[in-house]
Structures are given as structure tokens and as C-alpha cells.
């Protein structure tokens, strides 16, 4: 059995703007995976690899934005690269989940199952409008509790956070990933304001990023 069976695997049509960030998230959330961030083979491209991808397929396509033949070739050279890796990581995933008859493995990590997969196993979608957040200060000093509207297709529940007013994308941080849809974010400067915003990842997708909500903590 292979990826393409599984994964809908559409990597090689995807524009550098949605394949870099895809990296990035397939990265951390593999990270986060239980099973995969405890059991990953030095042999097959795994997270370290796709930011590295992330990494070097940004400067390429920076570089041949000019069309310079030899630039454009590099970077034709460095996509082709990437989704030889992500063509090699989907497929381990697979050949793992049929080892190990463990249905978990094929989720959260990265890759969205083709529905036949998704109505083999009856899970339902995640949520497809942003979530929302709650936030409110303590239970301690410098920490602030955070509550994701549940999703219940949900698996993981990720953070960011920007000290400030976020002026755009490099604003945001990532704070983790978290099982729970409440839990607390500690080590905050008190008396500074504190903007965060959240999605959920699950059945291998992921919902929208929620509306930037702002405190001051205390």
C-alpha cells in the first residue's frame, strides 16, 4: 500500500506559498506526534529535514525571481527535492500504520486522508471556520489561561503568540501544540499587552487561524 492510496498527495501542483508554510506545519506538527516523534528513523526525511527544505526552497525561489535561467534551474532542482522527501515521509507513514495497525499514525501528521480513507474509518472533518478564543489572566501571576472553542474532530490544538500589536505574519511565535482545549501559558511579562490566535489539527487537517484576541497580563 502507498501514500498516494492513503494521502491526497497533490504536493508537485501546489505553489511555493503554500508548499513552504506546509512544510513548516508538517514539520512541528510530526514533532508533536506520539508516536512519530519517539519512533522516526534517521533514514527517512523527517521533521528536521522539511525545514530545512522550507529553509533552502525560500532562497531559491528568491533567487530566480529575476528568471535568470541558472537560477531557475537551482530552484527547479530544490523543489524536486522536497517532494522527494515528502513523497518518501508519506510513504513511511503508511508502511509504519500497516506495520503497526495503529489507525493513529496516519493522523496529525501533516497529510490530509482522501475521503474514501476518512469513510473507511468514520471520522468527521475538522472545523472549517476559525475557533473561537477566550482568554483571562492567572491562575498565577505572569500567566494567562487560554480556552479554544472545542473541536471535536480536533486532535491537537495549536498556539502563537505575539508580544504587542502584530504588524503581520513575522509577528507571531509559535507557543506549542496542546491536547486540551484549555490550559494555561506561563513566563509572561506582566503589565504588557498579549495577543494570541489558534487552529485546530485533526484528521490530518486544519482549521483557519482564529481572530487575534489581545490582554494585558498580570
Known sequence: ?????IFLMNFA???????????????????????????????????????EHAEILS????????KDREKTKERDQKHADTLLSVNLNANYIVMRWHHEKNESLLHNAGYVLKEKTKKSYGRSSISNRPLDLKLKNGPDPGSVTVKFEKDPAAGLYQLQICKGVPVGEESWGEQGLHKS?????IDLDRASWYYFRGRSHGDNETSPWSAPVGIVVV
Request: net charge neutral; with cysteine; proline share 7%.
Open 1 to 5: 500500500m502507498f501514500a498516494v492510496e
Open 13 to 51: 501542483k501546489m505553489g511555493y506559498t503554500e508548499l513552504i508554510p506546509w512544510l513548516l506545519d508538517t514539520a512541528t506538527l510530526q514533532e508533536a506526534h506520539p508516536f512519530h516523534r519517539a519512533n522516526w528513523p534517521d533514514w527517512v526525511p523527517g521533521a528536521s529535514k522539511f525545514r
Open 59 to 66: 532562497v531559491a525561489v528568491k533567487a530566480a525571481e529575476n
Open 181 to 185: 482545549c484549555r490550559f494555561v501559558v
